[in-house]
C-alpha cells in the first residue's frame, strides 16, 4: 500500500504545504509585477538577506510557539549582541574572538534566566520575556552611554573573523549569514524532524502535563529552547556589527514581529504543538519576498503597507486551510 504522505493528498495535508504554496503565490505575483528585475540575482540578494537574518531568529521561535512558549525578547537581543562584540572589540580593542565569545556566553546566559524563569514561576512566557526584553533594553542602553559616552560604537573587523560572520559572498551581493542560516536550517531539521527530542517538543506544545507523565524531561527542553532563541537573536545582532562595522542602540524590535508574522505564515499554530522547521523556512522566505519586492513594482510606496497586509494575510489564511484538512486527516479514535 502506498504510505499515505507519499501520495498528493498526504503531501498537501503536511505543516509545510500551506507555506510552500503560499511561497509559490507570492513569488509569482511579484515576478509579474516586478519584472525580471526581480528574479535576477541581485534582486534574489536582496529577499534572500532579509530572509536569512530573519530566519535565524524565526527557526527557535517557531520550535518555542510549537512547545506552547514564546519569547519576545529576541528584540532587545539583537542590539544587545551587536553592542557588547562592538563595546568590546570596537572601544576596548579586545581580540574579536573574545568579543564574539563573551556575547555568545551573554547569549546563553538570558536564555537560561527565561527559561528558569518561566519553569520556576507560574507567570506566562509572553510576560516573563517582555520582562526580560525590557530590562536587557535597559541594560544596552545604560551601559553604553555610561561607557561610551554614545549610542553607536564602531567596529572594525579583518580575517577569518570578517569572512565567517560578516562578508559578502557570491560576487559580494549574498551576505555570508545566507549560508549560516541554510546550515542551521538543515541542522533543525535533523534534530526536530529526525530525532526523539522533535517528538518531545510537538507533545509538550499537545500537553506539557501529559509530557511530562509520561517521561519527557519538559523543564531540560523549555531551558534548551529559550537558550537557542536568545543565542540565535544574539549571534544575529553580532554578526550584523561585524558586517557593517558599527552598532546601534536602537534597533532589533521589529524582528519580534517579522519572526512571529515569519512563523504563523510559515504554518505553525500559535497555541503550539504543530508545525514543522520546512514551514518556518518556507515563511520567512515569504515574508521576505513580500516586504523586499514591493520595491520592484510600480505599485504607490502610499499604499506598500496594504498590499503587504493583505498578501500575508492571504497566505497565512491559505495555511489555516490545510491545517484544518491536516487535523481533519488524523486518524480517529474508536470508541470501544
Known sequence: MMNRNSTLGGLLRRPEAGAFLGLVAVLGFFAIFGGVTFL?????????NVAANLGLIAIPVGLLMIAGELDIS????????AM?????SGHYGLPIWAGIAVTMTFGVMIGLINGYMVIKSAVPSLIVTLGTLFAVQGVVLGLTVLITKSTSVAL??????KAIFGDFVMGGQVQVMV???LAVTAGYILFVHFSRYGNWIFAMGGDKVSARNAGI???????????????SAAFVGMCQAILYNSAQV??????????????????????GGFGSVVGIFFGTITFAIVTQGIYYTDFDRNWSSLIIGVLLLCAV????????MALASAPKKVAK
Request: hydrophobic residues 55%.
Open 40 to 48: 535576477l540575482p541581485g534582486g534574489m540578494a536582496s529577499w534572500m
Open 317 to 324: 489564511l491559505m495555511n489555516n486551510t490545510f491545517r484544518k
Open 74 to 81: 529576541v528584540g532587545a537581543m539583537v542590539p544587545f549582541g
Open 250 to 271: 536602537a534597533g532589533g524590535q521589529s524582528f519580534i514581529f517579522n519572526a512571529i508574522i515569519s512563523v504563523v505564515v510559515g504554518g505553525v499554530l500559535l497555541t
Open 156 to 161: 572594525t573587523v579583518t580575517g577569518p573573523a
Open 179 to 181: 549560508l549560516w542560516w
Open 84 to 88: 557588547t562584540v562592538a563595546v568590546l
Open 217 to 231: 524531561p519538559t523543564e531540560r527542553m523549555t531551558m534548551l529552547l529559550f537558550v537557542l532563541s536568545s543565542t
